[in-house]
C-alpha cells in the first residue's frame, strides 16, 4: 500500500474501493496483505473523513471492521457483491478424498493477486462490527443478499446521465 510517505513503485496496482457512490483510489501492493490494504483504506477514510462518519455510517476503529467484496460479474458489478474472503471450506480432491481450500492463511485470501484480482480492480467494502453488518442494516431488505451481506455499492449508468439530461432540457436548462 502507497502511504503519504511510501514512494510509489510502478509494479504497484490501483485498485478501485467503493461504498455507496463514493470510489477511492488506491495504490496496492498486488503481492501485500489484505489486511495491509484495510489498514490504510482505514487510514485514508479517517484523514478525509475526520468527523468519524462516512456516508452515514461510524468508522471503525480497527480494521478488522472492514470487510472486501467483489462483483459477482466484473463485466456487470450491477449483478452484486461476494465477499471477497473465501472461508475455509472441504472440497473432493478425485481419489484423495477431501483437502481444505480456502480460510485465514489460504493464498487466495492472501492479496490482491492470490485472489485473482487485476490492476484497477474495483472492489467494494462494508463496515462490520462484532458479527453485525452495518451496512446491511441501515440497506432496505431487498438490497441485502441472502447471506446477509450488504455491499451498497451504487453504479452509475448511461440511463442515469440521459434521464438527468432529459430532465435539464424540460426545465428548459
Do not use: C
Not at 479517517?46 to 462516512?54: A, D, L, R, V
Request: charged letters at 25%; glycine letters at 10%; zero cysteines.
Amino acid at each position: 500500500m502507497a502511504t503519504s510517505q511510501t514512494p510509489i513503485d510502478p509494479s504497484m496496482w490501483t485498485i478501485r474501493f467503493k461504498h455507496q457512490k463514493a470510489t477511492i483510489l488506491l495504490f496496492v501492493d498486488p503481492l501485500a496483505s489484505l489486511d495491509i490494504a484495510k489498514e490504510d483504506l482505514l487510514t485514508t477514510l479517517n484523514e478525509i473523513y475526520s468527523g468519524g462518519h462516512f456516508n452515514g455510517l461510524p468508522i471503525p476503529t480497527h480494521y478488522s471492521g472492514i470487510a472486501f467484496g467483489v462483483p459477482i460479474d466484473r463485466q456487470d458489478p450491477s449483478k452484486g457483491w461476494v465477499d471477497l474472503e473465501i472461508p475455509e471450506t472441504e472440497v473432493k480432491a478425485g481419489a484423495a478424498g477431501k483437502k481444505k481450500v480456502g480460510g485465514k492463511g489460504s493464498v487466495l485470501n492472501s492479496s490482491f493477486k492470490g485472489a485473482g484480482l487485476k490492476d484497477g480492480a474495483m472492489v467494494a467494502f462494508r463496515f462490520v462490527t462484532k458479527g453485525k453488518d452495518l451496512d446491511a442494516e441501515a440497506m432496505d431488505e431487498d438490497e441485502v443478499d441472502g447471506q446477509g451481506h450488504g455491499y451498497d455499492v451504487v453504479i452509475p449508468s448511461y440511463d442515469d446521465d440521459t434521464l438527468v439530461e432529459q430532465s435539464e432540457k424540460s426545465r428548459g436548462q
